[in-house]
């Protein structure tokens, strides 16, 4: 896929076609390092001179440079710190005409990664809260020092993307509609972001900004929503770091400005978003151009960065905030944006966001292992200090931030199926309910294990009193372990939602099959990386019909390879062969379900892992299947 900058606005209207898609760029460059700061800028403006439309994206450590300090030494010279694109033209879009482009790329891609689902895993924070809470102590000693007035304070977070990050772009985009959203795809990078911040516009000679200083939760009840947005409105707190910053901004734009131009047309205005309200104000002047025009240089000098995202005054804060922050932002708070020419009667039109709300992820870091199958993801989440902040409370406002993407729903549901009863059976049933938690931690499932146990001895109450037939005596370990998994006569299946919601379902167990039962060995081969084969979810549409069609030829499953040949498993169960008088597994790397019942052979001593490949089959001494619905199941191919 070629690279490409879509420039989203949600209010965008097929007569207003405001977002904007550049593809084909006819020149692309960087600056690493801060001494190349000044050299990207300069060949913007030989792109812009040739009518050409240009995407920027700048992150925040190249403030140094635009403010004319001195050029550090170290890992700033490593750092990415402005790239862009030009093009020659661009696809002007309305909101609808972006989710139909959107749909067209995904139809495009192969079938596993248009259908798999999408989102964000294994989400971890780059401080804890009482790291946080020991920054704003420090913060505060600054504040009361007279250093500052406000510190915009922020911190990382990394975690894994799954699914492709058009799929995730276009659901987090459903879900949070703001008006300077953008996707970017930047050789192996990708820039999903979802500002809701307009930093600066320009069209001629008017510049605009409107900061966003203020926020508050969105909650479930309409009156009681209705009221959290009166209230921000009216929070004395709120309004004054609003303030604070508004009078940065207007301060900054003066810099560039006719004198007697600037002006406020709005102030405190609390805007809606899906997960927060936020409080902005506007500030606009007229370009001063009188002693000829202004190169893109000087207005990122008087302007970078967004004063929201230091504190004041900015450049005593943005000291503060180098001395505290452990990470560089990068992009997070820089600015992204375009500049579009036109004509000289026109004057140039430039729309920038402060980057917030956004997720970097890299091609290039595609990983292994646990986490194979996924990318590698970026993002950072902030809020602005003052010397009456509550360490506890800033916190909360920074993870009800971070709700745009941990509340993503990916539309999956966790599963686990057993025939075993409560308390008799718990040591298998724990197994089960501790696969669930560890994949719930990994997808952001919200999972209340003691409340499920409850549910499960409640419905198995009565299912107690139906005699069950003791498990046999048996000598070895092979045996021993078959007859520990011998089904109960009840079938359990738990499905577990991403809001922690649970449906639960016990009925009889069906008619067991005879055996030995028989194995069909699939047409197609299983991707090894798939992040789904290590989790048990409702996203398994290719293994329920495999055995479904196994059944309709009179046969129990069919079992899958991998694309190098080796064998991973059934659609529905694990694969067991005898080899050399020793009972033998796929090991999870094959690409395979870490089933329950399979574990419990191997920790039994009665199975082994290693490689199998199909040749295996037809030498193998003996063959069973086994999972934890019909225990362990002699079968043949």
Known sequence: ?????????????????????????????????????????????????????????????????LADLPVQDGDAQAQLLVQALAFSAAVPLSAGSVAQWLQAQLATLPAPQAEQPCGVAHLQAGLTEADYAAALARIAAHLQAGDSYQINFTWPLRGLAYGHPLALYAALRQAQPTRYSCLAKLGARWVLSFSPELFFSRDGSVLRARPMKGTAPRLTEPQADAQAALALAADPKNRAENLMILD??????????????????????????????????????????????????????????????????????????????????????????????????????????VPIRTLELDDALQLGGEAAGTRALRLAVGSGIVIDSDPAAEWQ??????????????????????????????????????????????????????????????????????????????????????????????????????????ELDVQPMPTAPQQPVRLLLAADTLDSTDLFLRHKTTHRARYDAAWRAAEAQGAFDQLFCNARGELCEGARSSLLLRLDDAWWTPPLHSGLLPGVARQWLIDSGAVRERVLLKGDLQRAQQLAVANSVRGVVAAGV
């Open 397 to 502: 406002e920074c993870w009800d931030k971070l709700r745009f993407v941990t509340a993503h729903d990916p539309g999956f549901g966790l599963i686990e199926t057993f025939a075993a009863l409560w308390p008799q059976q718990s040591a298998r049933i724990e197994r089960h309910l501790a696969r669930l938690a560890r994949s719930a931690a990994f997808f952001g499932f919200a999972c209340d294990l003691p409340t499920l146990r409850q549910a499960l001895a409640q419905a198995h109450t009565a299912l107690n009193d139906v005699a069950q037939a003791p498990p046999p005596t048996a000598d070895d370990p092979w045996q021993q372990a078959c007859a520990a998994l011998a089904p109960a006569p009840w079938r359990t299946r738990l499905v577990l939602r991403k809001s922690g919601a649970w």
């Open 248 to 353: 940065l901004l207007r301060n900054d734009l003066g810099r560039l400005a006719v004198p007697g131009s600037v002006r406020v047309p709005e102030r405190f205005t609390v805007e809606p978003y899906p997960t927060v309200w936020q409080m902005t104000s506007s500030v606009q002047a007229t370009v001063d151009e009188r002693a000829g025009q202004r190169a893109w240089v000087d207005v990122f000098a008087a302007l970078f960065p967004c004063g929201s995202v230091t504190g004041a005054p900015k450049r005593m804060s943005m000291d503060i905030i180098r001395q505290l922050e452990a990470a560089p932002r990068g992009l997070y708070t820089g600015a992204l944006g375009f500049i579009d020419p036109r004509s000289a009667a026109q004057g140039p039109l430039a729309v920038f966001s």
């Open 1 to 65: 896929m070629q690279d490409f900058v879509l420039f989203d606005d949600a209010q965008a209207s097929a007569a207003r076609p405001t977002s904007r898609l550049l593809s084909g760029a006819a020149a692309q460059w960087q600056a690493v390092g801060e001494a190349h700061v000044a050299s990207a800028f300069a060949r913007l403006e030989a792109e812009l001179s040739q009518g050409r439309q240009v995407a920027l994206f700048v992150a925040y450590e190249a403030a140094r440079v």
